[in-house]
């Protein structure tokens, strides 16, 4: 079957699943969620189209970690000195101070796969990346790509796992760094084995539905072509 490339990088990224109030979590590769959302905002879906949105989420997802990036804490406050008062969501004033935990990973680039049966699909969505409707994030609306999302040759006419196996290194190698030997590969399974997460989107984005698939790790052998894919 046919699969879809794309090239997460950025120097935050934050793939969260269980945020709650004002702490906000970040997995440690993109969600199934926040793949689609940012597909969704290339091709121009509302957060209410479901009909739209749900062909997306029937694609099988893959994320290789070319560079896994470090986790970090962006530790935020709203209203916390002396004299503040901040609007609440109901609109009345307040004097408490808000204090928010926001995590994130740093300095990450994830090779993203998303296979399906239909290659004229996956083609349209590939044109979009291109030249997306609403701009794109990396987990959160400030979190912006550093290197363009859409990859030349994108859309490949093989399986998920072997395209991610032999596609070239995307993490530009830096004077001080060794490439790694073996890179860690995450596979969505039918078997019910591997990693329960709960971001299979079940609604629109406006509704917030999600149910759980199950994900599979491994490390698989280091491309043996180490070269910066084309923009």
Same mark, same amino acid.
């Given at each position: 079957?046919?699969?879809?490339?794309?090239? +997460?990088?950025?120097?935050?990224?934050?793939?969260?699943?269980? !945020? =709650?109030?004002?702490?906000?979590?970040?997995?440690?590769?993109?969600?199934? /969620?926040?793949?689609?959302?940012?597909?969704?905002?290339?091709?121009?879906?509302?957060?209410?189209?479901? *009909? %739209?949105?749900? #062909?997306?989420?029937?694609?099988?997802?893959?994320?290789?970690h070319d560079r896994p990036g470090v986790p970090k804490r962006d530790y935020q406050t709203a209203g916390c000195a002396t004299g503040d008062t901040i609007i609440k969501a109901d609109g009345k004033p307040s004097k408490d101070g808000?204090?928010?935990? =926001? $995590?994130? +990973? @740093?300095?990450?680039?994830?090779?993203?796969?998303?296979?399906?049966?239909?290659?004229?699909?996956?083609?349209?969505?590939? @044109?979009?990346?291109?030249?997306?409707?609403?701009?794109?994030? +990396?987990?959160?609306?400030?979190?912006?790509? !550093?290197?363009?999302?859409?990859?030349?040759?994108?859309?490949?006419?093989? #399986?998920?796992?072997?395209?991610?196996?032999?596609?070239?290194?995307?993490?530009? *190698? =830096?004077?001080?760094?060794?490439?790694?030997?073996?890179?860690?590969? !995450? $596979?969505?399974?039918? %078997?019910?084995?591997?990693?329960?997460?709960?971001?299979?989107?079940? /609604? /629109?984005?406006?509704?917030?539905? $999600?149910?759980? =698939?199950?994900?599979? /790790?491994?490390?698989?052998?280091?491309?043996?072509?180490?070269?910066?894919?084309?923009?």
């Amino acid at each position: 079957m046919p699969t879809l490339l794309l090239r +997460l990088v950025g120097p935050m990224q934050s793939w969260g699943t269980t !945020s =709650r109030f004002d702490q906000r979590d970040t997995g440690k590769e993109p969600s199934k /969620s926040g793949v689609i959302g940012l597909l969704a905002a290339a091709m121009g879906i509302d957060r209410e189209n479901w *009909p %739209d949105l749900e #062909p997306l989420t029937r694609l099988a997802l893959g994320v290789r970690h070319d560079r896994p990036g470090v986790p970090k804490r962006d530790y935020q406050t709203a209203g916390c000195a002396t004299g503040d008062t901040i609007i609440k969501a109901d609109g009345k004033p307040s004097k408490d101070g808000v204090v928010s935990q =926001r $995590f994130y +990973l @740093a300095d990450a680039a994830f090779l993203v796969g998303l296979e399906g049966d239909d290659r004229v699909f996956l083609e349209k969505v590939h @044109a979009a990346l291109r030249n997306p409707v609403w701009p794109l994030a +990396l987990g959160r609306k400030s979190y912006v790509p !550093s290197e363009q999302v859409w990859l030349e040759d994108g859309v490949q006419d093989a #399986p998920l796992r072997e395209v991610l196996a032999r596609w070239p290194w995307i993490a530009s *190698p =830096r004077k001080w760094e060794e490439p790694p030997e073996k890179l860690l590969v !995450s $596979f969505e399974t039918e %078997d019910g084995s591997g990693v329960l997460k709960v971001d299979q989107p079940l /609604s /629109s984005f406006a509704e917030r539905r $999600f149910g759980t =698939r199950f994900v599979r /790790s491994e490390w698989i052998a280091f491309p043996q072509e180490v070269a910066h894919v084309p923009a």
